[in-house]
């Protein structure tokens, strides 16, 4: 089945430094969803791309969806403590329809 | 934005017995909802989909007759877990999109403890 490599697992950064991370797949996906989840909640949705290319920002937030459609990066820049948590990301083949995950990047931001 | 909710938050059960999970979509109507298992320290893994009217779709390896979905309404889907056992505990969250739409919605979870 289809498989979403997310790296790095984790990372341990100092408050303002910037994050990079990022997901490469074995299949195509049409759609590349970024998520976060606090611990004891549920995924809530950082950014959604649709279109080979695109690069969307959401305040501090940026991800791209790359050109072949295998691969997707989260960009967060000038980190902040409350950015603390797991990011994963998704992919599906279509939009609205079933989603394949990322392993996780837990984020840590020391003040 | 859309909103959805699960009930309970969380449930401790005894081995054996039954367990349901509620997962409703409070400002939008779901015509497909979702729902994922997630271990502690590992990603979230879709279980089944499931249409408003129709039987769920299972994710192959889940045990359809043992998570029992039931998506009556456009608005609430319900998992039954049946006779649980420990291995069964975890956290469950469904999440849910609307007609036409592209995003999937998530619940905040029910964290389901088996004695």
């Known amino acids: 089945g289809q498989q979403l490599n997310q790296s790095p697992q984790s990372m341990f950064i100092q408050e303002g430094e910037d994050v990079s991370m990022n997901c490469t797949s074995s299949?195509?996906?049409?759609?590349w969803l970024w998520y976060k989840q606090e611990p004891g909640e549920g995924p809530v949705l950082l950014i959604a791309l649709y279109k080979a290319g695109e690069l969307t920002s959401n305040g501090r937030l940026t991800a791209q969806f790359g050109i072949t459609r295998k691969d997707s990066f989260l960009n967060i820049s000038a980190s902040i403590p409350s950015d603390v948590g797991i990011y994963f990301c998704a992919g599906s083949e279509t939009s609205g329809s079933r989603l394949t995950f990322g392993e996780g990047t837990q984020l840590t931001v020391n003040p | 934005g859309a909103v959805v909710s699960q009930h309970p938050s969380r449930v401790i059960c005894k081995s054996g017995t039954s367990v349901k999970i509620e997962c409703r979509s409070l400002?939008?109507?779901?015509?497909?909802m979702f729902w994922y298992r997630q271990f502690p320290k590992q990603s979230l893994m879709l279980m089944a989909t499931?249409?408003?009217?129709?039987?769920?779709?299972?994710e192959q390896g889940v045990e359809k007759d043992k998570f029992l979905i039931n998506h009556a309404s456009l608005t609430l889907s319900t998992l039954t877990v049946t006779s649980a056992h420990p291995e069964d505990s975890s956290f469950y969250i469904c999440?849910?999109?609307?007609?036409?739409?592209?995003?999937?919605?998530f619940g905040p979870g029910t964290r389901l403890t088996v004695l």
């Open positions: 299949s195509i996906f049409n759609t």
């Open positions: 400002d939008f109507q779901a015509t497909t």
């Open positions: 999440s849910a999109i609307g007609a036409g739409g592209d995003t999937q919605y």
């Open positions: 499931s249409n408003e009217g129709s039987k769920a779709t299972y």
